[in-house]
Structures are given as structure tokens and as C-alpha cells.
């Protein structure tokens, strides 16, 4: 049994190893109540994962091996700190009414927010006790777990689409593009409010057709509010050197403004609302 630590407010980019060395492998996670999981870290003030001011809670735990993931530090439960549910809706409570002021919330992401579902599900539910807007980041490889209870805690949906093409889906991610795929769908069959988030990485996403193919699997879901492109960069680099993991991307560049743009081009002509 891991010993319970303390959640200390922090960043994505800080590096988190070996913290709960009995935990679980993120496969084998069972717990059904939710009282207890284990985070990355959180961080207090973001603008950027989902709308107004958010609170940004890393959990630990994926079971995809992106080749260019920022969070290796993520994957695995061990790496995270062992915390209560309480712990974390006590601390959120402090800052509801500033997130409350400014039309905030809290996101949920990871790692991947559906490893440890009932955690996340319970610490979304508290969220929308404190009047907060709530959100998950996920891949959707896990989408199949979500069921009514868990999206009824839910008012947005940050769905990370790596690729329309399964072969390239799986030479990024390891996994099958079709779980995604099918999350996606049943979002967009219950309306609910969907960001899909697209990582940009030159020489591996960045082919027209898989831009295309996403665009054109997108367009036609009301439910999606924005289509945002995310450059691939290299804050994580140091991470994958620190956990002596091969890292593929030491020589990948960074999107050049003239690659976002005609991506983001190739989203709205498709008829995407794109940034
Ligand atoms: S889904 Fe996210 S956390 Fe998981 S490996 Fe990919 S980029 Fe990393």
C-alpha cells in the first residue's frame, strides 16, 4: 500500500520519479470508490486548457507510449502521489471562488484522466458541488470506461486526436486509433462540449491527408467547439534523458508559424472552428 503524501501545487514540466514505488502498473488500476489515486502535480492559474481560469490536475497513469509525449514522468502510477480525493477537494474549495469570478474551473488531465476513472470521477463530482465548470483531457483510448455517471460530472471534453491514420496512430502512440474514434462519436451523439486538440509534430503528424482526415471526421460534429492545434516542442526532451528512455525526437524542429497556419487553414476549410 503507497503512503499517502501531500499534492503540492506545481507544474507539467516539473520532473516526478519513484514517489510510490508500491503503487500499481496503470493497467491493473481497481479501485471502484475513488477515495484515493495518485497525481502528477497541479497547477493553480492556466488559461489555456479550457476556458477562463482552471486549475490543471495532472494525474498519473496512461497506457499509451506517445514518441513525443511531454510527461513521460505520467505513465506510471509510481511515479505520482498517493492522495485523497478529500485532499484535493479541499484544496480546490480554496481557489473555487476565484476560478468561480473569472469563469474557470477544473481540468482533469494527465497523463490520461480515465486510468483512474472512479478517482476522477469523484473529485469532477465534488468540482461541480463547488459550482465549478469541469473538464477532463484525454486521449479517448480508454472512452469505452466512460460510462452516463461519469460524463454526467462533465461539461467539456478536451479530446487529444493524434492521427486519422490507425497506421500512424499506432507508430506514435502504440495503441489503436479506433477507441478514440468511437469516444468521439458518442460524444458527439449526446451533444456533449468537445475541444479537439491536435499536436502538430513535423515529419510525423504533419501529413495534409492525416490533417485532412481529421478535419473531415471533425467538421461535422456540432458538439465541437474548437479544433486547437498544438505545436510540438521540446520542454520534455530533459524528461525522457533523466528516465534513460529513447527519446525519437532530439532532431525533431519545432512547427514553423508558416506549418501551424497551414494546418490550422486545412481545419477551417474543412469547416472546423480552428486556433
Ligand atoms: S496520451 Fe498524453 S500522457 Fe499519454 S503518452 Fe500520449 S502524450 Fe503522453
Known sequence: MSQLGTLEAGSRHDLHVGISPDAPDASEVRDEEGAFGYAHSYESSSRYDGPGLRIVLFMSGCLLRCSYCHNPDTWHLKDGTYVSADQVLD?????????????????????????????????????????????????????????????????????????????????????????????????????????????????????????????????????????????????GAFKWKAMKLDYKHSNTPTPTPDLINRVIEQFRAAGCRAR
Not at 166 to 178: H, I, N
Not at 180 to 191: D, H, P, S
Not at 211 to 223: L, Q, S, T
Open 91 to 235: 484544496r480546490l474549495s480554496k481557489f473555487a471562488p476565484a476560478l468561480r469570478s473569472l469563469d474557470g474551473g477544473l481540468t482533469i488531465s494527465g497523463g490520461e484522466s480515465m486510468v483512474q476513472l472512479a478517482f476522477t470521477r469523484r473529485i469532477l463530482a465534488g468540482a461541480k458541488k463547488l459550482g465549478l465548470h469541469t473538464a477532463i483531457e484525454t486521449s479517448g483510448y480508454l472512452g469505452d470506461r466512460a460510462d452516463d455517471k461519469f460524463l454526467s460530472c462533465l461539461d467539456l471534453v478536451l479530446l487529444d486526436i493524434k492521427s486519422s491514420n490507425p497506421e500512424t496512430y499506432r507508430s506514435v502512440t502504440g495503441r489503436d486509433l479506433a477507441p478514440t474514434l468511437r469516444f468521439a462519436e458518442r460524444l458527439a451523439a449526446i451533444g456533449k462540449p468537445v475541444w479537439v486538440r491536435f499536436t502538430l509534430v513535423p515529419g510525423f503528424t504533419d501529413d495534409p491527408a492525416n490533417v485532412e482526415g481529421i478535419a473531415r471526421f471533425v467538421a461535422p460534429m456540432k458538439n465541437v467547439e474548437w479544433v486547437e492545434v498544438q505545436p510540438f516542442h521540446q520542454l
